[in-house]
Each structure stands twice: as structure tokens, then as C-alpha cells.
């Protein structure tokens, strides 16, 4: 493929979002991003994973725990409260997030990465949704919880996502207005949903290739 891929997927818990993502990117042949963006971040930035993974798609969170287990900065002890903030963590992993697309074709998952990447015009955004019969039963057999824990799952985690994309991009969190595509995956089910995501990616790379 000539042209640069980036595919930016918001989801539901639950959803088959994850899923999605891992048949999509393996079926254009590219790159695939999720909690492995964490990792890279804290790389980037000499941070333990620890303290991306503690902030991970909240909007705040007490790092005066962090500190208590021990962890550092570069290595050492630091009170470095600008860089540790959930805000500050923000801007790190968004510099990851904006590196890796410029340097290839990928697919990236949650961390508002359609919001850090809305200058890249290569890049298309998609959110995945899905029934909440479908998602509790998803939840349950992924989790290994009852259906009262995996609804209860269910609730907390949505309203984690959607507080921290809000606070962090001024949009709403699974509103169609926010995405290009914004998708059932109950519809068509998931190994359609992919091919579905793909043709439109596809012609969307076309029209760009040809302005």
C-alpha cells in the first residue's frame, strides 16, 4: 500500500472493539496499538509503565500511591508532580501516539487517539458498539465473572472512557458527530464488522490518494 493507514478505534467495553482492531490490522497488514502504548510511552519518557498504566484512560487518579510502591523517574526518587499529573502523562503518551503515525501505518486503540491525531489526514476514526446482551455475555466469558459483575464492569469502565475522553478532547465519547464511522457490531457481527471497517478505510485512502 502506498498510502499511510492510521485507523483510530473507540469502544465500548465489552464491544468486541479489542477484537476488531487485532482482525483489522492483521487484514490490511499493519501495525496493532493498545496497551502496548503505555509501554512505549513509559520508554519514551524513562516513566515506569506503572504510572501510565494507573492513569490509563482515566481522567485523574493519586500517584502518591505509585510513589509508595516504590516507583521513579529516570530511575530516581522525584517529586515531579507537572510530569506525573494524569494531564502531564496525557502529553507523553500523546507524543508516542503522534510519533508512531508518523512513522507507519498502523491501528491504534482508545487513548483518544482520533482526538490526538485529528490533523492526520490519513487517519480514520471508528467507534465500535455493540448490544448490552452482547457485551455482558462477551465480559462473562472473557473475565470469568457472573452477569451482575460483568454489568456492573460494564457501567464503571464506559463511564471511566467517556469522563476522560470528554475532559481530554472537548468531544463526547461514542457520539457519532465525533468519529467518521461509528459502527454496530451486533449487525454485522465481528469478522464482518472488520471487512466493513476495511472497505471504508479503503475508500477513504482512495479519495485521498486522488485530491
Known amino acids: 500500500m502506498e498510502n499511510k493507514i492510521i485507523v483510530t478505534i473507540g469502544r ?4 468486541g472493539g479489542r477484537e476488531i482492531g487485532q482482525k483489522l490490522a492483521e487484514m490490511l ?3 496493532y496499538y493498545d496497551k502496548e502504548l503505555m509501554a512505549m510511552a513509559a520508554k519514551d519518557s524513562g516513566l515506569c509503565e506503572e504510572f501510565f498504566e494507573k492513569a490509563d484512560e482515566r481522567v485523574s487518579g493519586n500517584l502518591s500511591y505509585a ?3 516504590g516507583y521513579s523517574y529516570m530511575g530516581a526518587y522525584a517529586p515531579f508532580n ?3 499529573s494524569n494531564d502531564g502523562l496525557f502529553k507523553l503518551q500523546s507524543d508516542t501516539i503522534r510519533s508512531l503515525a508518523e512513522k507507519q501505518s498502523c491501528v491504534m486503540v482508545g487513548r483518544c487517539a482520533d482526538y490526538i491525531l485529528r490533523n492526520e489526514p490519513s487517519c ?3 467507534f465500535i458498539h455493540n448490544t448490552a446482551e452482547n457485551r455482558i455475555n462477551r465480559i462473562m466469558e472473557y473475565d470469568k465473572v457472573t452477569e451482575q459483575e460483568a454489568k456492573d464492569r ?3 469502565i464506559d463511564k471511566s472512557r467517556s469522563s476522560y475522553y470528554n475532559y481530554y478532547t472537548n468531544k463526547a465519547w461514542g457520539v457519532a458527530s465525533s468519529y467518521h464511522l461509528s459502527i454496530d457490531a451486533s449487525v454485522l457481527g465481528i469478522d464482518d464488522t472488520v471487512l466493513f471497517i476495511k472497505d471504508f478505510v479503503m475508500r477513504r485512502m482512495d479519495i485521498l490518494s486522488h485530491q
Open 124 to 126: 480514520v476514526s471508528v
Open 29 to 31: 497488514g499493519i501495525a
Open 154 to 156: 460494564m457501567a464503571s
Open 12 to 15: 465500548q467495553f465489552g464491544s
Open 67 to 69: 510513589f509508595s510502591l
Open 82 to 84: 507537572d510530569i506525573l
